[in-house]
C-alpha cells in the first residue's frame, strides 16, 4: 500500500501486515493461538514468530519446514506460546527488503502473573527508513554496507512517527516495551527525565533488574524498561540514542492527568521458566563469526550432493561466514550441512567469537538461551534469542536443545545475513 512517510511529500510503497504499522497482537500464554497468514504481495512469503518457541512446523523459514506461501495463498499457523513477553514477527523470504518496506508486527503474550504490577505501558517500535524526500527507496542492501556495519536509513522512527509524544499519569509505575525491529542500527537506549529506569526483560524474557545505563539493543533485540513517572505534571522523560557523542532524542513521555501514589513499588516481573542447562554436563559448541569466502568444504558438499552452487542460493557476494561456512541468500530450499548436530533435551554451552571489526547480533530460532558471560564486559546474565556480540568478544551462553529440527542461527544486521552469515544448528 502507499502510505506518505514523516517529512516526505510523496508516498511510499509499503509492506504492512493488515495495512498496520505496527501491527500489535496480544495473546495469552499457553492459549493456542491461531494466525491466518494471507499472501498479498507479488512474491512468496511466509512469518517467522522471532523469539517464540514454537513448534518447528511453524517456524516461518521458507522450506524449513513448511514451503513459502507464494501470492495469493494463504497458511495457517497456529501455536501455544509457552513463554509470556514481547515478541515480533516478519518474513524470511526477501528479508531486507520487506523489513525495509515495513513488514514487520509485534506479538506481545501476556503473563496472568504480572497482572497489576504496571500502571500504564508504551509499546515503542524503533525502525529506520532509507526512503527520498520523494518516497521512493534507496537500496536495501549496498556492498559497503553488507561488507560492514550494514547500510543505515536517515529517516529514523518510534512506532512509524518522529519523535511522538506520549503521556503518563504523575508517579504511574510505567513499562516500555521496546522492540529494534530496523535491519542494521544498534542504539544505545536512554531515559533522560526518569529516576533510576531499570530493564525488567530482555527478548521479552524477566530478568533480575538492571540499570538501562545505555543497553545496546542490537537489531531484533527488545528490552523492557520500567520506571516510576515524576510526580509532577508536565515533567518530560525522553527516551534516547547515546550511542553518538550527541544524544539523538527519539520519543518524549509527558506526565499528565490525575497523579498516582507508585513512589515506593518494586519494579519486577516474576521470574522467567525456561529449560535452565546443565552447564556442568553440557557440551561445547565453538561458533567462529569471521570475515567470509565460499568454504571449499561446502562446494565439495554440494558436489557430492549432486547440487551446484548456484542451487544453494547463493549471493554473488560472500562478505561474512560461521566456522569459515559461507551460507548467503534469501531463499533455503537448498541448504549446505549443519553448523552442529545436538540431541534434543541434551544441555550445551555455545562459546561466540567474533573475528572482525563489526557487531552481529547473533539469533537462535526456536529457542531461548542463557547469556552467560563477556570477555569484554560485565554483562548481567539474562535469557534472550538474539545477543549482540562486539568485536573481538568472546560471548557464552546456554541452553537446552528443544525441538527435533533444523533451527537457523544467523546475525540479524540483515545485510550480514544475505552475504554469508547464516547457518542452521541441527537437532535429532
Keep these: 500500500m502507499s502510505r506518505t512517510l514523516p517529512g516526505n511529500t510523496g508516498p511510499s510503497t509499503l509492506w504492512l501486515y493488515n495495512e498496520n504499522y505496527p501491527l500489535v497482537i496480544r495473546t495469552k500464554r499457553n492459549e493456542p493461538f491461531t494466525a491466518e ?5 507479488r512474491e512468496h512469503s511466509t512469518i517467522h514468530w522471532h523469539g517464540v518457541r514454537v513448534p518447528y512446523g511453524m517456524d516461518g523459514v521458507p522450506y524449513m519446514p513448511h ?3 507464494k501470492p495469493g495463498d494463504s497458511f495457517t499457523y497456529h501455536f501455544s506460546p509457552p513463554d509470556p513477553g514481547t515478541f515480533f514477527f516478519h518474513p524470511h523470504c526477501n528479508t531486507v527488503e520487506a523489513l525495509g518496506r515495513g513488514l ?3 506479538l506481545i503474550v501476556e503473563d ?12 515503542l517500535v524503533l525502525k529506520d527508513w532509507r526512503s527520498r524526500p520523494d518516497g521512493s527507496f534507496a537500496d536495501f542492501l549496498t556492498d559497503g554496507g553488507a561488507a560492514r556495519a550494514g547500510t ?8 512509524g512517527e518522529v519523535m511522538p509524544t506520549l503521556t503518563v499519569p504523575p508517579g504511574a509505575r510505567v513499562r516500555l516495551r521496546i522492540l529494534n525491529v530496523d535491519s542494521t542500527r544498534i542504539p544505545m537506549l536512554n531515559l533522560r527525565g526518569a529516576a533510576n529506569p531499570v530493564v525488567i526483560a530482555t527478548d521479552g524474557n524477566a530478568c533480575d533488574p538492571f540499570a538501562l545505563n545505555g543497553w545496546r539493543l542490537g537489531p531484533a533485540m527488545r528490552a523492557d524498561v520500567a520506571f516510576i513517572a515524576p510526580t509532577k505534571t508536565g515533567a518530560e522523560i525522553v527516551l534516547e540514542d547515546v550511542f553518538s557523542t550527541r544524544p539523538r532524542p527519539l520519543a518524549k513521555l509527558v506526565t499528565a492527568g490525575d497523579g498516582l501514589r507508585s513512589t515506593k513499588a518494586v519494579l519486577r516481573l516474576p521470574a522467567a521458566e525456561l529449560p535452565m542447562p546443565d552447564l556442568k554436563a553440557a557440551t561445547t559448541l565453538d561458533i567462529q563469526l569471521l570475515a ?3 568454504d571449499p568444504a561446502l562446494e565439495t558438499w554440494a558436489k557430492q550432493n549432486g547440487v551446484s552452487i548456484d542451487e544453494l542460493c547463493l549471493t554473488q557476494k560472500v562478505f561474512w561466514s560461521i566456522n569459515r561456512q559461507a551460507w548467503p541468500g534469501a531463499a533455503h530450499d537448498r541448504k549446505p550441512p549443519p553448523l552442529f548436530e545436538l540431541k534434543s533435551g541434551k544441555s550445551y554451552v555455545a562459546e561466540l567469537f567474533n573475528g572482525t571489526p563489526h557487531q552481529h547480533p ?3 530460532h526456536g529457542h531461548t538461551f542463557r547469556v552467560l558471560s563477556s570477555s569484554e564486559r560485565d554483562l548481567p546474565p539474562h535469557w534472550a534469542d538474539t545477543v549482540l556480540v562486539r568485536p573481538k568478544e568472546r560471548i557464552r551462553i546456554g541452553f537446552v536443545a528443544g525441538q527435533p529440527g533444523d533451527w537457523m542461527f544467523h546475525c540479524h544486521i540483515i545485510e550480514h545475513q544475505e552475504t554469508g ?7 535429532t
Design 37 to 41: 497468514f494471507h499472501n498479498e504481495l
Design 67 to 69: 514451503d513459502p506461501v
Design 104 to 106: 514487520a508486527g509485534v
Design 112 to 123: 496472568p502473573r504480572d497482572q497489576g504490577l504496571f500502571d500504564l505501558e508504551h509499546v
Design 152 to 159: 543505515f536509513g536517515d529517516l529514523r522512527t518510534v512506532n
Design 292 to 294: 567470509g569466502s565460499l
Design 362 to 364: 547473533m539469533h537462535l
Design 421 to 427: 552469515m547464516m547457518g542452521y544448528l541441527r537437532v
